[in-house]
C-alpha cells in the first residue's frame, strides 16, 4: 500500500506564494499519474494541476500562470509552486497518486490534505 505525505499548507495574504510538497512511500510499486486537487468550502473537489511521469503537465483554467507543477523523479516528490494567491484558492489540497504494484494493478492513494488559507 502506497502512503501519501503533504506539507507546506499555510495561511498568506493575497499575492503571496506558497509551496506544498507531496511523496509517496512504500514497496514494490511503480508512480504513473500524480496531481494536486483541491476543495474549497461548499465546493466539490477538483483538479489543480497533474503530470504523467513522462512529464506531461495539465493545469486548472483558474491557476495556469500562477501554479508551477515539478515532479522530481528520483524520488517521486512532486511540488506545487502557488504564486500570487488568491482569496478564492483558499481550499484543502489533496495530493494524489496513481501507483501500479508488481501485478500491474493500477490504484490511487490519496493524501489527507494540506489547508491554504488566502486571506487579509
Known amino acids: 500500500q502506497v502512503q501519501v505525505v503533504e506539507s507546506g499548507g499555510g495561511e498568506v495574504q493575497p499575492g503571496g506564494s506558497l509551496r506544498l510538497s507531496c511523496a509517496p512511500s512504500g514497496s514494490d510499486f511503480v508512480i504513473g499519474r500524480m496531481g494536486w486537487h483541491r476543495q474549497g468550502p461548499g465546493n466539490q473537489r477538483e483538479l489543480v494541476a497533474s503530470t504523467t511521469s513522462s512529464g506531461d503537465i495539465n493545469y486548472a483554467d483558474s491557476v495556469k500562470g500562477r501554479f508551477i507543477l515539478s515532479r522530481h523523479n528520483a524520488n517521486n516528490t512532486l511540488y506545487l509552486q502557488m504564486n500570487n494567491l488568491k482569496p478564492d484558492d483558499t481550499a484543502v489540497y489533496y495530493c494524489?497518486?496513481?501507483?501500479?504494484?508488481?501485478?500491474?494493478?493500477?490504484?490511487?492513494?490519496w493524501g489527507q490534505g494540506t489547508q491554504v488559507i488566502v486571506s487579509s
Open positions: 494524489a497518486v496513481e501507483a501500479i504494484n508488481r501485478d500491474s494493478v493500477r490504484y490511487i492513494s
